[in-house]
C-alpha cells in the first residue's frame, strides 16, 4: 500500500490525461514484422488508454540511439520514451551505455527492481540486465532489455503501474 502522498500523486496523474510514449527497439535483425517486444509495449500502452506518438527501430549503434533519442525529445510531445533492446553484456549492447551518458536524473530502483523480478524467473542470469531509467530534458526514459519476457515483467510489473504517475512527476 502506497503512502497518502503517492497515492495523491497518482490520483493528480490520473487526472491529467493519457500519457503520449515513444517506442524504440534496439536490434541489428528486428524488422516491424517481427518486433514482439515493441508490440508488446505498444498493446499495453494503448489498451491503458495512452497514445504512441512515435514507434521505430534502429540499429544497435551508439551514434544512432544518441541522434534518435535526442530526435524524440526534439521533435515529438512524448513524455516518456521506452527503449527495449540492447541493456546486455554483449559488444553490440549499447543501449545502456548512451541511454547512462544522457540521463540528468537516474531512477536507480527501476533497473534494481526489473533484477530483482528478473531473477525469479531466470536465476542468476539476471545480472546481465543493465535496465536503467531516468530522466532526459524532461522526459522519462526507460531501457529494458528486448527479450518478450522481460518486456512483459518490465511493462506489467514496473512501467504501466507507473506511466501516469512517472510523466506527472516530469512534467510538473
Same mark, same amino acid.
Do not use: C
Given at each position: 500500500?502506497?503512502?497518502?502522498?503517492?497515492?495523491? *500523486?497518482?490520483?493528480?496523474?490520473?487526472?491529467? !490525461?493519457?500519457?503520449?510514449?515513444?517506442?524504440?527497439?534496439?536490434?541489428?535483425?528486428?524488422?516491424?514484422?517481427?518486433?514482439?517486444?515493441?508490440?508488446?509495449?505498444?498493446?499495453?500502452?494503448?489498451?491503458?488508454? *495512452?497514445?504512441?506518438?512515435?514507434?521505430?527501430?534502429?540499429?544497435?549503434?551508439?551514434?544512432? @540511439?544518441?541522434?534518435?533519442?535526442?530526435? @524524440?525529445?526534439?521533435?515529438?510531445?512524448?513524455?516518456?520514451?521506452?527503449?527495449? !533492446?540492447?541493456? !546486455?553484456?554483449?559488444?553490440?549492447?549499447?543501449t545502456y551505455d548512451v541511454i547512462a551518458r544522457k540521463l540528468e536524473k537516474t531512477m536507480p530502483g527501476f533497473g534494481e527492481l526489473f533484477r530483482m523480478l528478473s531473477y525469479a524467473e531466470v536465476g542468476a542470469a539476471a545480472m546481465l540486465s543493465r535496465a536503467t531509467a531516468g530522466v532526459?530534458?524532461?522526459?522519462?526514459?526507460?531501457?529494458?532489455? !528486448?527479450?518478450?519476457?522481460?518486456?512483459?515483467?518490465?511493462?506489467?510489473?514496473? @512501467?504501466?503501474?507507473?506511466?501516469?504517475?512517472?510523466?506527472?512527476?516530469?512534467?510538473?
Open positions: 500500500m502506497g503512502s497518502a502522498s503517492t497515492e495523491q *500523486h497518482r490520483a493528480i496523474a490520473a487526472g491529467q !490525461g493519457p500519457v503520449r510514449v515513444a517506442i524504440v527497439t534496439v536490434s541489428d535483425t528486428r524488422t516491424r514484422e517481427n518486433d514482439t517486444g515493441g508490440d508488446l509495449i505498444e498493446q499495453r500502452v494503448t489498451s491503458a488508454g *495512452h497514445i504512441v506518438v512515435f514507434r521505430t527501430i534502429v540499429k544497435d549503434d551508439p551514434q544512432q @540511439i544518441e541522434a534518435l533519442l535526442d530526435r @524524440i525529445v526534439s521533435e515529438t510531445d512524448a513524455r516518456v520514451v521506452l527503449f527495449t !533492446g540492447g541493456t !546486455g553484456i554483449a559488444p553490440r549492447d549499447t532526459y530534458r524532461g522526459r522519462v526514459i526507460v531501457s529494458m532489455p !528486448g527479450s518478450p519476457n522481460a518486456v512483459q515483467v518490465a511493462m506489467d510489473k514496473l @512501467i504501466m503501474p507507473e506511466l501516469q504517475h512517472l510523466a506527472w512527476e516530469v512534467a510538473r
